[in-house]
């Protein structure tokens, strides 16, 4: 993956080319007890070339190559910048926005709420909180140190229930809840990145989207997972002010 910060943040792991890898597959070895779903699942962790150099650079996950390609292609992690990570745990979103906008450096702010404690991470500011709390906002938006945040990112994802539609639903309230809490903070201009599935009902959304900012894309990197219904949807330019437009779905 080539981009403006290919020295600075994490490149695209190579993929397997299937025929001619000499790599053998990994394989659960203790798989009494565990459901075939769940063994599938630590399957293609353990084969997951993405996994692997997650763990090797020390990023908390491999949702952090995501961030990382889509800001390589998009340029919106400028130095600087105030960020808010919503659904941040376990991290690996903010140890890359950290990067990019050089907070650890004294530069930009990363600010990272979560539900769930996270372990402490440079340069970012970690809250155990629920974002959507009135009293929660108005301390997140005083240790990002402004008024108003310069992007806001979610790679917030609810427990899957194994049923395709009510796991899509459940997914779209979260960005739904997301795109609100942009509305109320990003100063103009600003940038807002949620991830999104694919299944029918993201219209609404995405024409509340257009109405709200300049430019909307729906992107999926490559670290995204061939089978996965993930997509993000990339919103900037924030109108903000008398034009914006703060009704949701």
């Known amino acids: 993956m080539t981009g403006r910060n290919d020295t ?36 293609r962790q353990l084969n997951d070339p993405y996994v692997a150099e997650a763990k090797r650079r020390g ?11 889509l800001d390589d292609r998009f340029a919106f992690l400028k130095p600087g910048a105030r960020v808010v990570d919503l659904g941040a745990a376990p991290g690996g979103w903010s140890q890359v926005a950290a990067e990019r906008v050089r907070s650890a450096e004294g530069e930009g702010r990363v600010v990272a709420i ?18 959507y709390n009135e009293h929660a906002m108005a301390a997140l938006l005083e240790e990002l140190g402004a008024p108003q945040a310069d992007i806001v990112i979610s790679d917030m994802a609810a427990h899957a229930t194994g049923h395709r539609q009510t796991d899509h639903l459940k997914i779209m309230s ?10 109320q903070t990003l100063a103009p201009g600003g940038t807002f990145l949620c991830k999104v599935l694919r ?10 989207m ?8 729906h992107v999926k990197p490559a670290a995204s997972r061939d089978d996965s219904a993930e997509l993000y949807v990339l919103a900037s330019g924030f109108r903000g002010g008398s034009d914006a437009i703060r009704e949701v779905p």
């Not at 979560?114 to 974002?131: C, S």
């Not at 257009?210 to 894309?217: C, G, L, M, Q």
């Open 8 to 43: 600075n943040g994490p490149r695209r792991p190579q993929r397997s080319s299937g025929r001619g890898d000499r790599r053998l597959k990994q394989r659960v070895k203790t798989a009494k007890g565990r459901t075939n779903s769940s063994r599938r699942w630590l399957e």
């Open 59 to 69: 990023y908390r996950s491999r949702a952090a190559f995501k961030l990382a390609e």
């Open 114 to 131: 979560d539900l769930h404690g996270m372990e402490p991470i440079a340069g970012v500011t970690a809250m155990k909180a629920d974002f």
């Open 174 to 183: 979260l960005c739904e809840d997301a795109l609100d809490f942009a509305c």
């Open 199 to 208: 299944g029918g009902t993201e219209n609404e959304l995405l024409a509340s």
């Open 210 to 217: 257009k109405k709200n900012f300049r430019t909307v894309k």
